[in-house]
């Protein structure tokens, strides 16, 4: 079984400022992992993802992560925070069936 | 990129009604679709699996009579929400995967979601 931990229900930065929004998995098999954005009343949207290949991926939007099994995190960071990254996030996993686990979300509110 | 609709948008029904949702990959073939429920300031919760051709796969705790759904083609999947009730009030997430074989970063595309209020 696959879950997904997201510490800190909210996040908030200052406009420049480095984002760090955290995720700790929980898988039986060889994870993959996803970070997606939701914008109010809006779907999800693919930031990155993880599969099995370099340990960190880029993204859109300057989004990073990094793949450390050692700590089963997938942290997500991005060096300067931008007004239009105010939205919600979502880390997810995926295991042997394909069905995507996520976590509850963290809000990421971002001040001018 | 792949896209993938929902219509509509929004609605708002009577309780006791029927309601259904429209999910549809414009420009990709679907071999699984699958929707979500997502309450306010919530988590996406999975309610079904469906491939194309087949029969749903509802989780657990989702009643499969109560909530209809239809992968009747490869680019169109509904979800029927029947005799709605004001705790079905929600809001419906869709998403569409393409590919064949097994391998989990068969990436799933989501739809703009759908708001649905029962009064």
């Known amino acids: 079984a696959q879950s997904v931990t997201q510490l800190g229900s909210h996040v908030s930065v200052s406009e420049g400022a480095l984002v760090l929004l955290r995720c700790n998995y929980s898988?039986?098999?060889?994870?993959?992992l996803f970070w997606y954005v939701q914008y109010p009343n809006q779907g999800l949207q693919l930031l990155l993802k993880y599969t099995s290949a370099a340990t960190l991926v880029k993204g859109i939007n300057g989004f990073e992560a990094e793949f450390k099994k050692s700590e089963t995190s997938f942290h997500l960071t991005k060096p300067s925070a931008h007004m239009s990254d105010a939205a919600e996030y979502f880390c997810?996993?995926?295991?042997?069936?394909?069905?995507?686990?996520f976590g509850t979300g963290t809000r990421l509110l971002v001040s001018p | 990129g792949a896209v993938v609709s929902q219509h509509p948008s929004w609605v708002i029904c009577k309780s006791g009604t029927s309601v259904k949702i429209e999910c549809r990959s414009l420009d990709f073939q679907a071999t699984t679709m699958f929707w979500y429920r997502q309450f306010p300031k919530q988590s996406l919760m999975l309610m079904a699996t469906?491939?194309?051709?087949?029969?749903?796969?509802?989780e657990q705790g989702v009643e499969k009579d109560k909530f209809l759904i239809n992968h009747a083609s490869l680019t169109l999947s509904t979800l029927t929400v029947t005799s709605a009730h004001p705790e079905d009030s929600s809001f419906y997430i869709c998403s569409a995967r393409y590919g064949s074989a097994s391998g989990a970063d068969n990436e799933q595309f989501f739809g703009p979601g759908t708001r649905l209020t029962v009064l």
């Open positions: 898988s039986s098999v060889p994870p993959y």
């Open positions: 469906s491939n194309e051709g087949s029969k749903a796969t509802y």
């Open positions: 997810a996993v995926s295991g042997r069936f394909q069905k995507l686990v």
